[in-house]
């Protein structure tokens, strides 16, 4: 079984609450190499992408879920993303010198929108107060205005590593009386909370659950992969290029010969001759 770069999902067998894990190492660090972070950034970075992929297990559909956060400063923004195909790209933008005791207070007076879209499709978006102390708070605080679903998260972020795990509470199936059910979802959040930051990013999640969960046994099914992959491409760039004037990027091409994109959330570098550019191709030379 993989240890890191991956997701796993559990359910526990007595009770209606279902549940993720997941633990990023090299998916993180190439979303944290793409610009020179901060440790502190690094770390933020790291809740935001595990928490991306912990909450993009609610898309029933190809999609993908973006988490984004506004704020004063030091940083203007954090971005990350998670496909229904957990693949993850992120970025943070502002003083990316800053440094700060807990993540969260990179983000002052922070807004998080959290959005959930679909393939060629629809647009779902839903915005939190940064009020909480963590990340994890300010989810639990959208879940419960949002879906109006009991949902908790533990997110940590350290040695290059980030980690969590979600609980979120089902609705009414294996267990009907209500109050059964909240004493089942206290319970498994009563265990839950003894984990500490340590073993969520070194234990292995099966081995992790099994310890949390020892007299509330949990199916737990198999991995999935998370991998860092940007949705740029050269043809994409093209597109967007094509919307300019047509005056506009002939002179770009006549002071440079080319014209370069650089993509921010990857690195990648797309350069374009004039014969690359359809409508220029076409319609004749630089001048
Ligand atoms: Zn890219």
Same mark, same amino acid.
């Given at each position: ?5 991956s ?10 609450i ?6 990023? %190492? ?7 190499? !793409?610009?020179?972070?901060?440790? %502190?950034?690094?770390?933020? &970075? ?6 991306a !992929?912990?909450i993009?297990?609610?898309?029933k ?10 704020a ?11 496909t229904?195909?957990l ?5 943070a ?9 807990t993540p969260?207070?990179l983000?002052?007076t922070?807004?998080l929108a ?8 629809? =647009?779902?978006q839903?915005?939190v107060?940064?009020?909480s102390d ?11 205005? %949002?879906? @109006?679903?009991?949902?908790r ?6 040695q290059g ?6 609980? @979120?509470?089902?609705? /009414? @199936?294996?267990?009907? @009386?209500?109050?059964t059910r +909240? ?9 839950a909370?003894?984990v500490?930051?340590d073993? &969520?990013v070194? $234990?292995?999640?099966s !081995?992790?659950l099994h310890? $949390?969960?020892?007299?509330?046994p ?10 860092? =992959? ?7 760039? $093209?597109? /967007?290029?094509? $919307?300019?004037?047509e005056?506009?990027? !002939? ?10 994109l ?11 001759? +004039?014969?690359?550019i ?7 030379r630089?001048h």
């Amino acid at each position: 079984m993989t240890l890191y770069d991956s997701s796993l999902r559990f359910l526990f067998n007595d009770a209606d609450i279902r549940g993720e894990c997941v633990v990023l %190492s090299d998916a993180l660090n190439e979303v944290t190499t !793409v610009h020179c972070y901060s440790d %502190s950034i690094k770390k933020l &970075l790291g809740e935001f992408a595990a928490a991306a !992929v912990l909450i993009s297990n609610n898309l029933k559909y190809q999609g993908k879920i973006i988490l984004q956060a506004r704020a004063s400063g030091p940083l203007e923004l954090v971005m990350m993303e998670c496909t229904s195909d957990l693949q993850i790209r992120g970025i943070a933008r502002g003083n990316l010198k800053a440094e700060a005791a807990t993540p969260l207070e990179l983000l002052t007076t922070g807004q998080l929108a959290i959005t959930i879209e679909r393939d060629g499709g629809q =647009r779902y978006q839903g915005i939190v107060a940064l009020e909480s102390d963590t990340l994890a708070g300010a989810l639990e605080n959208y879940f419960l205005q %949002s879906e @109006q679903l009991h949902t908790r998260f533990w997110l940590t972020a350290q040695q290059g590593r980030a980690a969590g795990m979600m609980l @979120q509470q089902l609705p /009414a @199936q294996l267990q009907q @009386q209500p109050a059964t059910r +909240q004493d089942q979802w206290n319970t498994a959040c009563i265990l839950a909370e003894t984990v500490t930051p340590d073993e &969520l990013v070194e $234990l292995p999640p099966s !081995v992790m659950l099994h310890r $949390l969960f020892y007299e509330t046994p949990v199916r737990i099914f198999e991995p999935a992969d998370v991998i860092f =992959r940007c949705s740029c491409s050269r043809e994409r760039t $093209l597109n /967007a290029l094509s $919307l300019l004037p047509e005056a506009e990027l !002939v002179e770009l091409l006549t002071e440079e010969g080319a014209i370069t994109l650089h993509c921010d959330m990857c690195g990648t570098d797309y350069r374009f001759v +004039q014969s690359d550019i359809p409508t220029l191709a076409e319609n004749g030379r630089v001048h």
